[in-house]
């Protein structure tokens, strides 16, 4: 049996107390968010939009942060619907979301994704993050707290454990307090490779529906599929 509120226990319980930790609730049902709300989860991440609108109803008292592909006529409603933008990987993305923050009233944090794997479609090159870093803070409405990092998937423990050093040291370069690296499987090199968050999924609510697990590596999920619907 899974046991939603269990795992997020264990969880916390391993990953070292200083390491936030944001539970990971894409295509998962708004009561197994809650079940994690009552084992103590605080931070949710969420990769689309009009999935987590509906969701957010329910879950109340949380910090909510989006961390799919930024899509520039999203912008506004990631803008209203979430405390926390992840995933910012380009200039456009920056502007729209400073925009629609603008309008809103709101300072909205964020931080710069990097992209430190081969199989990875978005992000940011880390010899490019700098640059990019500058031009955000330049933006009145978003303020910049960090880096986000996915890692690499199929090679071995040492080569994700260089990929997220490669994401330390371009943090160092871009500034801010927030390291988002590491997720279910791979969170212990992230933790090594100095994380102060990771993003956890599987590891809380269990495995997504097929649509996340099979073609796709997390994070690639095409989110126009999901939003025509
Ligand atoms: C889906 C996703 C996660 C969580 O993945 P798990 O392997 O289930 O922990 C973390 N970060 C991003 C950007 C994701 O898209």
């Given at each position: 049996m899974t046991d939603i509120g269990q795992r997020y226990r264990r969880l916390r319980s391993e990953v070292p107390a200083h390491v936030a930790i944001v539970?990971?609730?894409?295509?998962?049902p708004a009561s197994a968010v809650s079940r994690a709300i009552d084992a103590g989860a605080r931070d949710f991440g969420e990769n689309y939009v009009q999935e987590a609108v509906r969701k957010f109803a329910a879950m109340q008292g949380v910090t909510k942060h989006f961390i799919g592909h930024v899509q520039t006529n999203k912008a506004k409603a990631i803008a209203a619907a979430f405390d926390l933008v992840q995933s910012v990987d380009r200039l456009d993305a920056a502007l729209a979301l400073s925009k629609a923050a603008a309008h809103l009233g709101k300072v909205l944090p964020v931080l710069l994704q990097i992209n430190i794997?081969?199989?990875?479609?978005f992000g940011i090159s880390p010899q490019e993050a700098p640059q990019l870093a500058q031009r955000i803070r330049e933006m009145e409405n978003l303020r910049l707290d960090g880096v986000m990092a996915i890692g690499p998937v199929g090679v071995d423990r040492a080569q994700v454990q260089a990929a997220f050093e490669r994401a330390a040291r371009t943090w160092t370069k871009v500034g801010g307090t927030v390291l988002s690296i590491g997720m279910s499987g791979d969170w212990r090199e992230a933790v090594a490779a100095g994380s102060t968050m990771i993003r956890a999924g599987s590891a809380i609510f269990g495995p997504r529906a097929a649509k996340d697990t099979s073609?796709?590596?997390?994070?690639?999920?095409?989110?126009e599929a999901e939003e025509r619907t």
């Open positions: 539970a990971v609730s894409k295509l998962q794997s081969p199989g990875e479609r073609k796709h590596a997390p994070g690639q999920v095409p989110e």
